[in-house]
């Protein structure tokens, strides 16, 4: 059974604090892993999907890196705009082309 | 942009009560799912839906039906809403199985 733990669950950093989200996963076979972000009584709203290990990805603060087991979020010099759970989900092979399995998520916070 | 559309934001029922969530896109993607969230427990995948009148599904079935008549349009459906079904729920589309795009919410309370 495909599954993934996001770690930590929550975490606070100060304005300008750069740290990583960890996203570890078990799946039959990858086809893609997917990072989303969520802001409070909202859908998740989609960042990046990275298909193999080594892979790297960036959109402003924020570059997402995948490995044979796991995945991380770095985020650069946070701003507090960037504050929103952060939701990661595997897409494996034998489940289907169409399913994703969540991780719970990580709920950022940064303080100004 | 992709647009999912949920039909409400808000919805207050009844225990035992018919509900009907809608969910429309706007890019003719053939996949769209329904998911419901729930804290502590994530996203939940209940029914997708691969082309119309096709539905499989997910990891939550259980009091819950689909509708699929149009390729742009899934409803889902709770035929007696139960307290236990109050939740947030979330729809989403894809095209091809690839990135799915997801509507703002629907938050569910069954009283």
């Known amino acids: 059974e495909d599954q993934v733990t996001q770690s930590p669950e929550a975490l606070r950093l100060q304005e300008g604090e750069s740290s990583s989200l960890n996203c570890s996963y078990t799946v039959s076979g990858l086809r893609g892993l997917f990072w989303y972000r969520q802001d409070p009584g909202k859908g998740p709203e989609f960042l990046f999907t990275?298909?193999?290990a080594g892979e790297e990805k960036e959109k402003e603060r924020l570059k997402a890196t995948l490995t044979k087991k796991e995945s991380f979020l770095h985020i650069t010099a946070p701003k507090p705009e960037d504050s929103a759970t952060y939701l990661c989900a595997v897409q494996g092979i034998i489940q289907g082309a169409q399913k994703l399995v969540f991780g719970q998520g990580t709920r950022l916070t940064i303080n100004p | 942009d992709v647009k999912v559309t949920q039909s409400s934001r808000y919805l207050v029922k009844r225990t035992g009560e018919k509900v009907f969530l809608e969910c429309v896109q706007d890019m003719d993607h053939e996949n769209m799912f329904w998911y419901r969230q729930d804290p502590g427990l994530g996203l939940r995948l209940i029914y997708f839906s691969y082309d119309v009148k096709m539905k499989e599904k997910g990891d939550i079935p259980e009091g819950y039906s689909v509708s699929r008549e149009k390729k742009e349009r899934f409803s889902l459906i709770l035929e007696s809403a139960s307290t236990n079904q109050t939740s947030m729920y979330l729809c989403a589309s894809s095209f091809r199985g690839n990135i799915q795009y997801f509507g703002a919410g629907t938050r569910l309370s069954v009283l």
């Open positions: 990275l298909y193999s």
